[in-house]
């Protein structure tokens, strides 16, 4: 539905802010240079962007001073999806612009990094220091014989010997893959397997809601599954030995030794991602070294307005994008804050406590985490000192208009307030962060520069107000180079470009509204789809959970054989609370009232806890596919779920039904 006139919005920047930001000096700039326009704002700068995408990106090279060893011969030789041609014949080094800073005297005793643990003290590493730490390390793997190409892992917490041993990987050439060491034996060989790695970083276990965690057995089973390793680098977290046959980390970056950075291709493989993987082996996403430097100089340094004097903080783990999306805020010359901890330790209200410590001035963290602020009814304005924090970004699942109003009414009233979405296939936005727009409850402020992002209807026309398949239509540099073991491309192309070939198709309902701003309505391939009326999940999420009773729910939409359609909503309640009939009544009126009563669920059956991914989403399809009577070894990668217990009894749901 569109609407007649713009909404007022929640929050504007000022003329001040507006006139600060990095931006609009890009826009007078690329006016100037390029023949981008001077007028229109954000707008007019965004159309140009999409419309002269090699032109953009020529001027995003330029404005960021890109050092290519080699230079390009052209930016955008064959636009094509998938198999995009950027910058071709240049030669650059990821690890090179990354340590920047440490090249400025007057910044070299700077914090780079800031890590923080479950004492919320930070601790810094300089930027002098990580460059000579990179500098050893990678002097060291090239001894062991590390070339570019190999693959380096990481069984690793968010911890500065992670950026180190990433930084370090990048300058030989060599490929970074990660995980987090919460995760098991077996979804880590589900990922590591598939690209071999030669080179291992481990610790001996890790910190987490004020317990200790002894890893040691995993690492012992990595290393046993793994045959092509060469070497495995020993961190003493928790102050173990060295195991025999390892490396100890303080050899390794022991030395004074200045780092070589490798010039490699722009296409050349930087890491290696994994999707969440709910069925089958999880995705092997490989990003190139040009690909991620031109796009992350371009969302850090434009959309979240990072520089110098910045402080980076997003709540994330090393086997989530959103960790190396992180890390790149070091090409910004900006301080990286590294958490490495439980996210509500020792309160729901710890991640305020490390934004006020670290004065971050950009804190990102989950639309679930401000959620549960609300509901334990944490005042972090009131409570902490956040006068440094410009801007709170949210990212995970889209952040309900309850939350916008929270932040805005408990954090600061001229509060910045960026929900963004993207996704690992591209580990970077198609929408989000403007700091020269208005926010609007409820509401992403606009697509990215560069990113021709459009809601589709099945046919492939375009829609204004209306619901439609999150789909781009051009390419982004940091898309796959390709998926590691898809050597004829068919597992990329059936994943983004089966239903509407030479487009981008990520798997998300969207409105893209009149006045440009974008609402994410969750995947569309478990949206639910009622009378013809479809509806994201997240708006039932939004809806119910706002219910003191109700800690978290699950709701899935069947097409039924017989025409008809299914749809039961899984409950996971609050401590003390009961689901009688005083309170189905309540979720059904809620539903019913606030949404729509196509949407009013035919069942609400309570769970004792809801699945989610590795990564915190909650898995919607596999759960869905088990209901339809798919059985669990089919329906679902056991080793990409939080707690598999909890599977069996939507398997055994399905089953009943299935007879019934």
């Known amino acids: 539905m569109t609407s007649a006139s713009t909404p007022q919005p929640l929050w504007s920047p000022g003329p001040d802010r507006i006139a600060a930001a990095r931006i609009t000096a890009f826009q007078a700039w690329a006016a100037e240079r390029f023949g981008a326009p001077a007028a229109g704002g954000y707008p007019a700068l965004h159309r140009w962007s999409v419309d002269e995408l090699d032109t953009f990106w020529q001027a995003v090279a330029e404005w960021f001073d890109v050092r290519f060893t080699t230079p390009y011969e052209s930016v955008l030789a064959d636009r094509a999806m998938p198999g995009a041609c950027w910058f071709t014949g240049a030669t650059l080094n990821y690890a090179e612009h990354a340590l920047r800073a440490a090249e400025d005297p007057a910044r070299a005793d700077e914090a780079a990094l800031l890590h923080v643990d479950e004492t919320h003290e930070a601790v810094p590493v300089t930027w002098a220091e990580l460059r000579r730490q990179v500098g050893a390390l990678s002097a060291e793997l090239r001894a062991l014989g590390v070339r570019p190409g190999d693959r380096v892992s990481g069984y690793l917490p968010n911890i500065p010997e992670a950026v180190t041993a990433l930084l370090a990987t990048a300058a030989v050439g060599a490929v970074w893959t990660s995980c987090a060491p919460d995760f098991g034996a077996r979804s880590v060989l589900d990922r590591f397997q598939q690209v071999e790695p030669v080179v291992l970083f481990t610790v001996d276990g890790y910190r987490y809601g004020g317990k200790e965690h002894d890893r040691r057995d995993t690492v012992a089973e990595l290393r046993a599954e793994l045959p092509s ?3 495995v680098v020993h961190i003493p977290l928790l102050g173990t030995d060295a195991p025999e046959g390892t490396l100890a980390w303080s050899e390794l970056t022991a030395a004074a030794t200045e780092p070589v950075f490798e010039a490699v291709p ?4 930087l890491w290696v991602l994994y999707s969440s993987g709910t069925t089958g082996l999880p995705k092997a996403i490989v990003q190139s070294q040009g690909g991620i430097l031109l796009e992350h100089l371009k969302q ?3 959309h979240c ?3 110098p004097e910045d402080r980076f903080f997003w709540y994330t783990s090393t ?4 960790w190396n999306f992180l890390v790149s805020g070091l090409l910004t010359g900006t ?6 901890g439980s996210p509500g330790y020792p309160d729901t209200g710890a991640q305020w406590r490390i934004a006020e410590r670290t004065k971050a001035t950009l804190y990102g963290t989950s639309a679930a985490y401000v959620m549960a602020c609300r509901k334990a009814e944490v005042h972090p304005g009131r409570d902490f000192d956040l006068s440094s924090v410009k801007c709170v970004a949210t990212t995970g699942s889209p952040l309900p208009p309850d939350g916008f109003r929270w932040l805005h009414d408990e954090v600061a009233e001229d509060l910045w307030i960026a929900s963004v979405s993207g996704g690992t296939d591209v580990c970077s936005c198609f929408a989000g962060a403007v700091p020269t727009l208005p926010v609007h409850i409820g509401e992403l402020q606009a697509a990215c520069l560069g990113t021709d992002l459009q809601a589709w209807d099945p046919s492939g026309k375009p829609l204004v107000g209306e619901v439609g398949e999150l789909v ?6 940091s898309m796959p180079i390709h998926f590691w073991n898809d050597p ?3 597992r990329y192309r059936d994943s983004y470009f089966e239903m509407f070939p030479g487009a981008w198709r990520h798997g998300d309902w969207i409105t893209i509204t009149d006045h440009g701003s974008v609402v994410i309505h969750g995947r569309s391939d478990s949206t639910l789809n009622r009378q013809g009326v479809r509806m994201g999940s997240a708006d039932i999420y939004e809806a119910v959970e706002r219910l003191p009773e109700i800690k978290e729910s699950l709701v899935i939409g069947l097409e039924e054989p017989n025409g008809g359609y299914w749809m039961p909503l899984f409950v996971h309640l609050a401590p003390g609370a009961t689901l009688d009939d005083d309170l189905r009544a309540r979720v059904k009126t809620t539903i019913r009232e606030q949404l729509s009563p196509r949407h009013v669920p035919d069942e609400i059956i309570e769970v004792p806890a809801i699945p989610h991914t590795l990564t915190g989403k909650r898995i919607e399809v596999p759960v869905k596919r088990l209901l339809q009577g798919t059985p669990l070894a089919k329906a679902v990668n056991a080793g990409s779920v939080d707690n598999i217990d909890l599977l069996p009894f939507y398997e055994e749901l399905g089953r009943t039904r299935a007879q019934g």
């Open 229 to 231: 390793l060469r070497a």
């Open 266 to 269: 722009f296409d050349h493989p």
């Open 300 to 302: 850090l340094g434009l």
């Open 305 to 307: 307005d990072l520089g």
């Open 319 to 322: 086997g989530w994008m959103m």
């Open 335 to 340: 301080t990286v804050v590294l958490y490495d």
């Open 472 to 477: 781009v239509t051009n390419p982004m540099p």
């Open 488 to 490: 004829d491309g068919s």
